[in-house]
């Protein structure tokens, strides 16, 4: 029996289809996200047939999953312009699975790979951080001095978790005292796996904390919390733990049915809920943490507690004319100011954004960055072509929701936080096991695709 959510109700229904119908069918889309992936196997150091000949001059900076998936896309469809991404991270991490990481289900080494085996040959890598922006005078400065002019720029710095906004809390402290973390890195991830691993033993009190404001894949602490009471049920341990879930507003997800399940789901396994808790403070030697909520600051005494830090645009960005000078965008993490549908720069014509850092409505996943790198890098050819962009994005977003090893829902949406299934055999109303088959196994290959530019 599976759970699907229908309208406001909860109920029980028997699949429509068998299990191995659904297996085959799954089994044969798994096969093809290898195929691509597999097609994607070989970095092109030039432009294929049909690439429009430029002597633009471009700019990327961030060679995160948006900054390498668009350096890609440029190089087979430019003939001749220079391109030149900006970051001195070597490593790349696959943020995706950090929760499963967290949660006891893969290894930290899963994770972690190298830009060098994505970027194409042709594309200049300056390894420095850029630290400031100049629009005015289409040019950027990076740490070690540098200053590098551009014709067009592509802003894909992902975000700043920022840490400090918790009196008290550093990234240090991950895998100390009951403190865990699934968003730093994946040896924090696997730190924190150390603390997830010894509550469900022992027990005691869990606080899963949420940020206020945008942060990326923000259905991770959710994950968290699910996943960690579904580890202690299987080791018959339930009993011996009192979970809090302290949620910065009102809701729990921003796409309305989610958010009806999840305030059903929480309670019925046990998970109670804080409204209106922000974590102000932490106080690790206590193991207490403190929350501003509406009736003042409330002190509560865990033994374990995952830290979700507020999130923003790293400081060059947020500082610079290109984010939001005013309005919510700016407020919240003085984002990338970018339209939300062509993602380009609302002020400035020659630039464009994509991934964590722009300030969207929704947005902060690898399914976006999937949709929205497209869309900025078939706009911004438009431009050099002399053309009106034309490519939109609807907010297209994806989560597995996972709510247990072994099961999840595969919640995909838009802007108008309408459901957009993509798989018509995988309800978007339905625990099932495809969603997470898909987590564990099929999506890692389809993000290494993604970041080929293949897909």
């Given at each position: 029996?599976?759970?699907?959510?229908?309208?406001?109700?909860?109920?029980?229904?028997?699949?429509?289809?068998?299990?191995?119908?659904?297996?085959?069918?799954?089994?044969?889309?798994?096969?093809?996200?290898?195929?691509?992936?597999?097609?994607?196997?070989?970095?092109?150091?030039?432009?294929?047939?049909?690439?429009?000949?430029?002597?633009?001059?471009?700019v990327i900076v961030g060679a995160g999953a948006a900054g390498i998936a668009a350096a890609n896309r440029l190089s087979r469809s430019l003939d001749g312009a220079r391109i030149t991404i900006i970051d001195s991270r070597q490593r790349h991490i696959y943020q995706p699975g950090l929760t499963l990481v967290a949660t006891g289900s893969w290894k930290s080494n899963k994770l972690i790979d190298s830009n060098a085996r994505y970027l194409p040959g042709s594309v200049d890598w300056i390894q420095d951080m850029v630290v400031e922006f100049d629009p005015e005078a289409n040019r950027v400065a990076t740490a070690s001095g540098q200053t590098i002019d551009y014709d067009f720029l592509l802003v894909t710095t992902g975000l700043k978790l920022d840490f400090d906004a918790i009196e008290g809390m550093?990234?240090?402290?991950?895998?100390?005292?009951?403190?865990?973390?699934?968003?730093?890195?994946?040896?924090?991830?696997?730190?924190?796996?150390?603390?997830?691993?010894?509550?469900?033993?022992?027990?005691?009190?869990?606080?899963?904390?949420?940020?206020?404001?945008?942060?990326?894949?923000?259905?991770?602490?959710?994950?968290?919390?699910?996943?960690?009471?579904?580890?202690?049920?299987?080791?018959?341990?339930?009993?011996?733990?009192?979970?809090?879930?302290?949620?910065?507003?009102?809701?729990?997800?921003?796409?309305?049915?989610?958010?009806?399940?999840?305030?059903?789901?929480?309670?019925?396994?046990?998970?109670?809920?804080?409204?209106?808790?922000?974590?102000?403070?932490?106080?690790?030697?206590?193991?207490?943490?403190?929350?501003?909520?509406?009736?003042?600051?409330?002190?509560?005494?865990?033994?374990?507690?995952?830290?979700?830090?507020?999130?923003?645009?790293?400081?060059?960005?947020?500082?610079?004319?290109?984010?939001?000078?005013?309005?919510?965008?700016?407020?919240?993490?003085?984002?990338?100011?970018?339209?939300?549908?062509?993602?380009?720069?609302?002020?400035?014509?020659?630039?464009?954004?994509?991934?964590?850092?722009?300030?969207?409505?929704?947005?902060?996943?690898?399914?976006?960055?999937?949709?929205?790198?497209?869309?900025?890098?078939?706009?911004?050819?438009?431009?050099?072509?002399?053309?009106?962009?034309?490519?939109?994005?609807?907010?297209?977003?994806?989560?597995?929701?996972?709510?247990?090893?072994?099961?999840?829902?595969?919640?995909?949406?838009?802007?108008?936080?309408?459901?957009?299934?993509?798989?018509?055999?995988?309800?978007?109303?339905?625990?099932?096991?495809?969603?997470?088959?898909?987590?564990?196994?099929?999506?890692?290959?389809?993000?290494?695709?993604?970041?080929?530019?293949?897909?």
């Amino acid at each position: 029996m599976t759970r699907r959510i229908n309208h406001s109700k909860l109920e029980l229904v028997k699949p429509s289809e068998d299990v191995d119908t659904s297996r085959r069918r799954l089994l044969q889309a798994a096969g093809l996200g290898t195929s691509v992936a597999l097609i994607g196997g070989g970095l092109l150091t030039s432009p294929t047939a049909g690439a429009i000949e430029t002597r633009a001059n471009i700019v990327i900076v961030g060679a995160g999953a948006a900054g390498i998936a668009a350096a890609n896309r440029l190089s087979r469809s430019l003939d001749g312009a220079r391109i030149t991404i900006i970051d001195s991270r070597q490593r790349h991490i696959y943020q995706p699975g950090l929760t499963l990481v967290a949660t006891g289900s893969w290894k930290s080494n899963k994770l972690i790979d190298s830009n060098a085996r994505y970027l194409p040959g042709s594309v200049d890598w300056i390894q420095d951080m850029v630290v400031e922006f100049d629009p005015e005078a289409n040019r950027v400065a990076t740490a070690s001095g540098q200053t590098i002019d551009y014709d067009f720029l592509l802003v894909t710095t992902g975000l700043k978790l920022d840490f400090d906004a918790i009196e008290g809390m550093s990234p240090e402290l991950i895998g100390e005292q009951g403190i865990g973390c699934v968003y730093d890195s994946p040896e924090h991830a696997e730190r924190t796996w150390a603390m997830i691993d010894e509550f469900t033993r022992s027990g005691g009190t869990g606080l899963f904390t949420r940020a206020p404001g945008g942060i990326k894949c923000a259905g991770a602490p959710l994950k968290v919390a699910m996943l960690t009471e579904d580890l202690a049920r299987r080791r018959g341990n339930r009993d011996r733990l009192a979970m809090r879930y302290q949620s910065p507003g009102s809701g729990l997800f921003s796409q309305p049915d989610m958010d009806a399940f999840l305030k059903r789901e929480f309670p019925d396994r046990g998970i109670s809920i804080d409204w209106h808790h922000r974590l102000k403070g932490i106080e690790p030697e206590r193991k207490r943490a403190i929350f501003a909520t509406a009736d003042g600051d409330q002190s509560i005494d865990y033994d374990f507690i995952h830290v979700v830090p507020p999130m923003r645009a790293p400081d060059a960005l947020g500082n610079s004319l290109l984010a939001w000078q005013q309005g919510p965008f700016a407020e919240d993490g003085n984002w990338l100011e970018v339209d939300s549908h062509s993602m380009q720069h609302r002020r400035y014509a020659n630039v464009f954004g994509a991934g964590d850092c722009v300030g969207t409505p929704i947005g902060k996943t690898a399914a976006s960055v999937k949709a929205q790198v497209p869309v900025a890098v078939q706009n911004l050819i438009e431009i050099i072509a002399g053309r009106e962009p034309t490519a939109s994005y609807d907010g297209y977003t994806s989560c597995p929701l996972i709510t247990g090893r072994g099961r999840g829902i595969l919640v995909e949406f838009d802007y108008e936080l309408n459901m957009v299934p993509s798989f018509p055999f995988i309800s978007p109303y339905r625990e099932h096991w495809v969603p997470w088959v898909m987590k564990d196994r099929m999506l890692q290959p389809a993000y290494n695709a993604m970041l080929r530019g293949r897909i």
